[in-house]
Each structure stands twice: as C-alpha cells, then as structure tokens.
C-alpha cells in the first residue's frame, strides 16, 4: 500500500468510482467532484506524479491528452504545482474548462 493513498490513483485504479470520460493508455480523464462549469474534467497520468514540475515528460504527455479534450473554442486548461499555488490534490492534474459568454467563472488571480 502506498504512503500516500492519493484519491486520483485510486480512481485510476478503479477503487473509487468517478464519471470517467475518457480513457488511454497513459492517462484518464473524469468530472470532478465539484465542475465549475458544464463540461469540467480533470484529466491525470495513470503514473502518480505530483505535479507539473516533477516528471517533464509525464507533464508533457498529460497537456496533450488535455489538448485532445480542449475542443472547446474557448476554455481554460490549467494546472496548479503546491500549495502556495492552489494545489490541492498532489497528482498532476490539468482542469479542462470550458468558458462560455457570461459565464461569471473568475480566475484564481486578480491582475494587478
């Protein structure tokens, strides 16, 4: 059993049940517990890493499977790395969410 029982490696495991979405060899996409909007996914390595900074080509693999799902003409894809930054969940993760006119979805950041 892992030190960390991380809850995205036990939804890619199939221990806990989550809406998948879409699935690949490498990676898994599912709705999250709370979608900010309609259409909301997470999409997660199938390897744990803990974030954008630890495995480049994890990283790199994982924003092309969000790619793939960012079919939205507009939406936001992100990743947060630590805690300062608003990470919660220590897998890497990219939110892909999609944006519509009027939405009223503000980002994490004010501009200054």
Same mark, same amino acid.
């Given at each position: 059993?892992?030190?960390? /029982?991380?809850? &995205?490696? @036990?939804?890619?495991?199939?221990?806990?049940? =989550?809406?998948?979405?879409?699935?690949?060899? /490498?990676?898994?996409? &599912?709705?999250?517990?709370? !979608?900010? @909007?309609?259409?909301?996914?997470?999409?997660? !390595?199938?390897?744990?890493?803990?974030?954008?900074?630890? /495995?480049?080509?994890?990283?790199?693999? @994982?924003?092309?499977? =969000? =790619?793939?799902?960012?079919?939205? @003409?507009?939406?936001?894809?992100?990743?947060?790395?630590? *805690?300062?930054?608003?990470?919660?969940? &220590?897998?890497?993760?990219?939110?892909?969410?999609?944006?519509?006119?009027? /939405? *009223?979805?503000?980002? !994490?950041?004010?501009?200054?």
């Amino acid at each position: 059993m892992p030190v960390y /029982d991380c809850p &995205f490696c @036990t939804i890619v495991r199939g221990e806990t049940e =989550a809406e998948i979405v879409h699935e690949w060899s /490498d990676a898994v996409a &599912f709705v999250p517990l709370n !979608p900010v @909007t309609p259409g909301h996914v997470l999409v997660v !390595p199938r390897v744990h890493v803990a974030d954008v900074g630890h /495995d480049p080509e994890v990283s790199a693999m @994982t924003m092309r499977r =969000a =790619a793939e799902l960012a079919a939205e @003409t507009h939406c936001n894809v992100i990743t947060s790395r630590g *805690a300062v930054a608003t990470q919660t969940i &220590f897998h890497l993760h990219y939110h892909v969410v999609p944006r519509r006119e009027g /939405d *009223a979805l503000s980002l !994490p950041w004010d501009v200054r």
